[in-house]
């Protein structure tokens, strides 16, 4: 794997050693650190490299001079620290000998999979399948375990070093945006369901998965090299989902915002257990992309993807609903203005 901005001869004495989760605590590492982050500023943030060398200079916050001066400079670089938390991760992983891209990437395409089947047969489904009149819900959500299936394939997932020629035209083809396509039409499915301002979202979604299809079909016909790497960034940046200026679960957890504001207790409460499994097939969708961006290094800058800090996001976003919440106008009223349905169809 090419790590362009590792810039020391010999990496391997981060094995072992947890990674820093703020410049605090990478003053305090030995040297290789330093050599690693002050080479991965100089590729993605080189405005930022003198406050490294600042802070490195000074190695602890002074007393009395230039506190100011320190003090902006460490709020500057934890900003993006937790990229170079993620970029570490990836070069310790392909530096352990026990990991390595190909193994990894069959096993999260492995873990999809499942998680498809797993979606099919969950209790958020089957006890959320009557909401918004969406009787439709286990086909939809099944349907998706079937096309994840399909293009996982029984051959497992293809990696573009796998491939001895061609790599631009092997990644464009490969299982995993296969996988990311189908969690797209999935979660685009289930956004349709709701009707109202979810609906509304979900052609937002189908806009980009035809932009991924199109930039798809450009890397396949791209011929001479700069070519294929303006193909090859289009392709990634879309998938990165930077065509929506708010993500999949920012829309759902706006609309929850909403619904709380209004006091739509007894709504929310009947909308929580598919919400849940929504949030899930978001999940899903993000892994599946990741598994195809991250085969992809190489070809794209691997150093930063938004999906890694959205799939972050995820875990323990969904607030608890209020399980004594008995409904009010204030449940029928957003019923109304937010999904086009009257509280009944959510019963």
């Given at each position: ?14 094995l ?26 100089a590729?993605?943030?080189?405005n ?34 937790p ?22 990437l ?30 439709g ?57 709701y ?37 090859a ?93 008995e409904?009010?106008d ?18």
């Amino acid at each position: 794997m090419d790590f362009e901005w590792v810039k020391v001869d010999d990496a391997s004495g981060i094995l072992g050693s947890a990674r820093p989760e703020n410049v605090a605590g990478l003053l305090k590492k030995p040297r290789v650190w330093h050599e690693l982050y002050a080479g991965w500023l100089a590729t993605y943030h080189a405005n930022l490299s003198v406050g490294w060398e600042f802070v490195e200079r000074t190695g602890g916050r002074p007393r009395v001079h230039g506190r100011a001066d320190y003090d902006g400079w460490i709020a500057a670089l934890d900003r993006d620290f937790p990229a170079f938390y993620n970029a570490v991760g990836r070069l310790k992983k392909e530096l352990d000998p026990r990991t390595g891209t190909s193994r990894k990437l069959a096993h999260l395409t492995g873990q999809v999979a499942g998680a498809a089947r797993e979606a099919a047969q969950s209790r958020y489904v089957t006890t959320a399948a009557a909401a918004v009149g969406a009787e439709g819900v286990r086909r939809v959500v099944a349907g998706a375990a079937g096309q994840v299936g399909k293009a996982v394939g029984v051959t497992g997932p293809q990696s573009v070093r796998d491939a001895p020629a061609a790599p631009a035209t092997q990644w464009a083809a490969s299982t995993d945006l296969d996988n990311y396509l189908a969690w797209l039409a999935h979660v685009h499915s289930e956004l349709q369901l709701y009707g109202g301002v979810l609906a509304d979202y979900a052609a937002r979604l189908g806009a980009v998965t035809h932009k991924v299809d199109t930039r798809r079909r450009e890397l396949r016909a791209a011929g001479d090299a700069a070519a294929v790497r303006l193909a090859a960034y289009w392709l990634g940046y879309s998938v990165d989902l930077w065509d929506l200026a708010v993500p999949p679960h920012h829309s759902v957890i706006a609309m929850v915002n909403d619904l709380h504001e209004r006091h739509a207790n007894a709504l929310y409460l009947q909308l929580h257990p598919l919400l849940g499994a929504l949030l899930d097939s978001i999940g899903n969708m993000y892994d599946c992309g990741l598994a195809f961006l991250a085969a992809g290094d190489g070809l794209i800058d691997t150093g930063q993807f938004q999906l890694t800090t959205l799939r972050a996001e995820l875990p323990g976003l969904l607030p608890d609903p209020k399980w004594d919440a008995e409904p009010t106008d204030a449940d029928e009223t957003a019923a109304r203005e937010v999904f086009g349905k009257s509280y009944a169809d959510f019963r």
